[in-house]
């Protein structure tokens, strides 16, 4: 079984612009779920989605922006890019259902830095 | 506020038990408590989960105590290949599928010969 899959890998981009990072969950899997990790915040719970709806959300201002397609793939945005959204951004899925914080596979991550 | 604390670092011997222990209050009462393991350039993975009392698989076992304001993550006999970042994780705040999910500032386990 393939694992999440999180594209592109790495990207440079510079203040001001946009990003779109996408991940392909897990077969099965409905919930999607995204994270930054800094060195300085470390990991951070940006949103999750499950059947196309955001169904949980972080503490993050409103220029993260994430979306979901009907076949559980995933995509999240970043407006108007700050210096601070340099991260790895990760994303997670998992079986829709049981705890929150139920089994969480991860992608290896988009690492984005701008400059 | 919530928050999580876990150790910043800790070293160990191969074959030694290493027990990381993390703190977190307010959580929610409804939801699991996570353990992952993270090795560079890669994303997290799971490593144990549980609910109150003791959890035990192949590869670690969880100690939550009744009050649920702590739980401790202990690896028998670590080997060089369990050097790694672990990472509890928590929900707070909610029951449900609302709540927000906190993860504590990591722990870098240092695993010498």
């Known amino acids: 079984k393939a694992g999440v899959t999180q594209t592109p890998r790495y990207l440079i981009k510079t203040r001001g612009q946009q990003v779109t990072l996408s991940c392909s969950p897990i077969s099965g899997h409905r919930s999607v779920s995204w994270y930054q990790q800094t060195p300085g915040q470390g990991l951070q719970f940006l949103f999750e989605y499950f059947s196309e709806t955001q169904r949980n959300k972080g503490n993050f201002p409103g220029r993260f922006s994430g979306r979901q397609f009907s076949n559980s793939r995933s995509e999240m945005n970043v407006s108007t890019l700050e210096l601070g959204d340099s991260a790895l951004y990760l994303c997670?899925?998992?079986?829709?259902?049981?705890?929150?914080?139920?089994?969480?596979?991860f992608g290896e991550g988009s690492r984005l830095t701008v400059l | 506020l919530a928050k999580t604390t876990q150790p910043i670092s800790m070293d160990s011997y191969e074959g030694q038990e290493v027990n990381i222990t993390c703190s977190h209050n307010?959580?929610?009462?409804?939801?699991?408590i996570t353990w992952y393991q993270q090795f560079p350039s890669q994303g997290p993975r799971f490593i144990i989960q549980g609910y109150k009392t003791k959890v035990t698989n192949e590869v670690a076992s969880l100690f939550i105590p009744a009050d649920r304001k702590s739980s401790t993550l202990s690896l028998p006999r670590v080997s060089l290949s369990d050097t790694a970042v672990y990472y509890c994780l928590v929900v707070v705040g909610a029951s449900g599928n609302t709540g927000k999910l906190i993860f504590g500032q990591g722990t870098t386990l240092q695993v010498k010969p």
């Open positions: 997670a899925s998992k079986v829709a259902g049981g705890p929150l914080t139920g089994e969480l596979f």
């Open positions: 307010n959580i929610a009462t409804n939801d699991y």
